[in-house]
């Protein structure tokens, strides 16, 4: 089943311990990005990742750190969270970043950080 | 800047209504547009993909428009049915690798 997996849909955790969340793909989608969903702000873009080994910030990129190794894989780092960090956060792919094409997200992971 | 309105923000319809969801966007120089469709603590479903150059997209029950000269899109959701009931999002792709999403609107069908 083509698909987006994130782990873990849930994780608490405290003030400046690193964690990170991972993001597979397995339709050999070029394009990959993260999102955070807060109330009242929509879905606001954190990183995004054109193909392997190229990535570039969104609108929030603060906080995060991403890195694309392989096509499939597409992992989003904090490395001191801060309870502001505290969200919902999606993956999505797709095809290409040529705009032809629309996204397929993942379930979504719901971080607490206190 | 683009920025994405969605509105009303929250609607309650009886079952069996016909609906139309809005979409406003303040650039018209967008790539495509796609609905989706996000249950509550779960992720995003894609209903509906509008490129720049098309006007509509129909599956099943449902229909979405686009005006771009207008910067508006549609969700139209023919007899509506409690299953729903969800967070309708629109999203425009604007340049190459950007998607701006709009905040929602919350549907809930009444049985």
């Known amino acids: 089943e083509a698909q987006v997996t994130q782990n873990p849909r849930y994780l608490i955790t405290v003030t400046g311990k690193k964690l990170t969340v991972t993001c597979s793909q397995n339709?050999?989608?070029?394009?990959m990005s993260w999102y955070r969903q807060d109330p009242g702000l929509g879905l606001r873009q954190i990183y995004y990742?054109?193909?392997?080994?190229?990535?570039d910030k969104g609108d929030v990129p603060e906080g995060y750190k991403v890195s694309r190794k392989e096509k499939r894989n597409f992992p989003l780092i904090l490395e001191s969270p801060s309870p502001n960090q505290t969200s919902l956060y999606f993956c999505a792919s797709s095809l290409a970043g040529t705009g032809e094409y629309g996204y397929t997200f993942g379930s979504g992971t719901r971080l607490t950080v206190v | 800047k683009q920025e994405v309105t969605q509105i009303p923000a929250a609607l309650s319809v009886p079952e069996g209504e016909n609906l139309v969801l809005n979409c406003s966007f303040t650039?018209?120089?967008?790539?495509?547009l796609q609905w989706f469709r996000q249950d509550p603590g779960k992720g995003l479903t894609s209903l509906l993909l509008i490129q720049s150059s098309q006007r509509e997209q129909t599956s099943g029950r449902l229909n979405a428009s686009l005006d771009k000269s207008s910067g508006r899109s549609t969700l139209y959701i023919a007899a509506s049915q409690p299953g729903d009931s969800a967070t309708y999002l629109c999203a425009v792709r604007k340049g190459t690798y950007k998607y701006i999403f709009g905040t929602g609107t919350r549907l809930k069908v009444l049985a």
């Open positions: 650039d018209s120089a967008i790539y495509n």
């Open positions: 990742s054109m193909n392997v080994e190229v990535t």
């Open positions: 339709m050999n989608h070029e394009y």
